[in-house]
């Protein structure tokens, strides 16, 4: 009895191990023939427009306001810990480097790939399960040249202005509560953060937008052409694709920072 | 001609289709019957080169197609049309777009071909006033007579109907079945119907294929299906509608 359980259980690893190393496969071959389709991003521009909308113009309202709220936290809780060393000139150099190093991109990507990711999971899952995709194949369209590549470029595209606005709003979310919380003066603050910023603060937090956007986006959209087992085949690969590529954008930012921060 | 040797298709351990061979003939129209979850429908996607099989060969005009590339595959997909069992339209696309769509994608011809082409799919399909509403909005008949005006735009040789009239009402599936055999008559085109319904093999089909547990258990004319003497087949002509 206990040698047919250890048998079962050496089985079931064995093909757990099996199908995790096929599907890490496939996903590399995926990600490959994305990036090889982008020569004919010409031919799928309107595609690449819509999705430029969807993952740039129509996801500003959601990092406006997560970045306001961490900057005006941040300014907060980060100016009351100053305050007891005397410090609190240093506000905006403080601020100005957890927003524009770690938490501006940090949080734009997990917003994103809340918004960005499960609409793609989601569209392509259905896509799937309908047999659309089959059908563009069918029809002699390459499904990944048609709906992954112009996701992937406009990700690509539109996360360094995304990363951006996500740095400006907090930051003056930040500069705002530093002059009407703990009423400093707003030349102290933007003094204390504009001599101080260097060049690799910027290159820390802008090389993690495109990393982003290859996770977010490679990702989601994988999973929506895995789904399978009708609508709560959707479900399952739309949130698999969320779970995945947000652990994926965290363990990139620890990574990117360090990598950066490390060579220059 | 499209021709399955020794066709053997394996998901996991589970074998469903074990050494299957068939022969589609042009301009015939051909019927594969089977109860549902059969592999029916995996037969007409491995003639599509959608699915490749564990073993055995696909042959397409004598091309050997279960080894080519995607790229490889494009032009042998263009000598035949698919009608899928849900129709798979776009749902982001009008009607118009819809049929145009195969066009636009992969034939370098002007607008107004397109669109002539497109008109005459819609007059084809009696589906004037709908071209610009979009597949969510029209009934299940209208949205196969889309699916089949898609498949019939770029002129195939050959056209594969998975289950084309699932889930209709009769009215639906009686002007499905007689635009199906138009097809012949108008455009001389082959066809394979993948249906579990038997009527549907009587009244459009000339030869039948039966597919019973992952085998094929009677391959002749359509008329000759009522000589069989496999319990199976007696039994699916008493019922005449598989529900298994």
């Known amino acids: 009895m206990p040698v047919t359980l250890i048998r079962n259980i050496e089985k079931d690893l064995v093909y757990r191990l099996k199908d995790f190393f096929l599907t890490m496969q496939d996903f590399f071959l995926f990600g490959v023939r994305s990036f090889l389709t982008i020569p004919k991003i010409r031919r799928y521009w309107r595609d690449f427009l819509d999705q430029a909308k969807i993952c740039g113009a129509d996801s500003i309202p959601i990092v406006l306001v997560s970045a306001i709220s961490i900057g005006s936290l941040l300014a907060i809780e980060v100016g009351n810990l100053l305050e007891d060393f005397g410090a609190k000139t240093m506000l905006g150099r403080s601020t100005s480097i957890s927003v524009i190093r770690e938490l501006g991109p940090l949080l734009m990507g997990l917003m994103l790939s809340a918004r960005f990711g499960s609409r793609n999971g989601a569209e392509l899952g259905a896509m799937k399960i309908s047999e659309q995709i089959d059908a563009l194949r069918a029809f002699g369209t390459d499904p990944i040249a048609k709906l992954v590549m112009p996701r992937l470029v406009a990700a690509l595209i539109m996360f360094l202005p995304l990363t951006a606005l996500s740095d400006f709003a907090g930051l003056y979310s930040a500069a705002y509560m530093a002059e009407h919380y703990h009423h400093l003066d707003p030349g102290i603050f933007w003094n204390s953060v504009y001599p101080r910023l260097a060049l690799k603060d910027f290159v820390v937090g802008f090389a993690k937008a495109p990393v982003f956007a290859v996770i977010i986006t490679l990702v989601s959209s994988f999973n929506g052409f895995s789904a399978s087992g009708g609508t709560a085949g959707v479900g399952r690969s739309t949130i698999k694709g969320i779970v995945v590529s947000s652990g994926l954008v965290l363990i990139a930012n620890f990574y990117v920072s360090k990598i950066v921060l490390e060579n220059m | ?244």
């Open chain 2, 1 to 244: 001609m499209i021709e399955l040797r020794n066709v053997s298709l394996k998901y996991g351990e589970k074998e469903i289709l074990h050494s299957v061979s068939l022969t589609i003939e042009d301009n015939t129209i051909k019927a594969i019957l089977g109860p549902s979850g059969v592999g029916k429908s995996t037969i007409l996607k491995l003639m599509l080169g959608l699915m490749r099989p564990t073993s055995g060969q696909v042959f397409v005009d004598g091309v050997e197609i279960s080894s080519l590339s995607e790229a490889e595959l494009f032009p042998i997909r263009r000598k035949m049309g698919m009608v899928f069992q849900g129709n798979a339209l776009f749902d982001s696309m009008t009607i118009s777009q819809n049929l145009g769509f195969f066009l636009r994608e992969n034939l370098n011809l002007p607008e107004e071909e397109i669109l002539r082409r497109v008109q005459e799919q819609i007059r084809f399909a009696g589906l004037e006033g709908y071209e610009e509403q979009l597949p969510e909005s029209l009934s299940g008949g209208m949205r196969k007579r889309v699916a089949i005006g898609r498949a019939l735009i770029f002129k195939p040789h050959m056209i594969l109907f998975d289950e084309p009239t699932a889930g209709l009402d009769p009215v639906s599936s009686k002007k499905i079945l007689s635009l199906i055999s138009s097809l012949r008559q108008h455009n001389n085109l082959g066809a394979v119907i993948v249906t579990h319904i038997i009527d549907d093999v009587f009244n459009v089909a000339d030869c039948a294929a039966v597919l019973y547990k992952g085998e094929i258990i009677f391959d002749d004319a359509a008329p000759k299906l009522h000589e069989s003497e496999h319990p199976f087949i007696r039994s699916i002509l008493s019922d005449k509608i598989l529900e298994l």
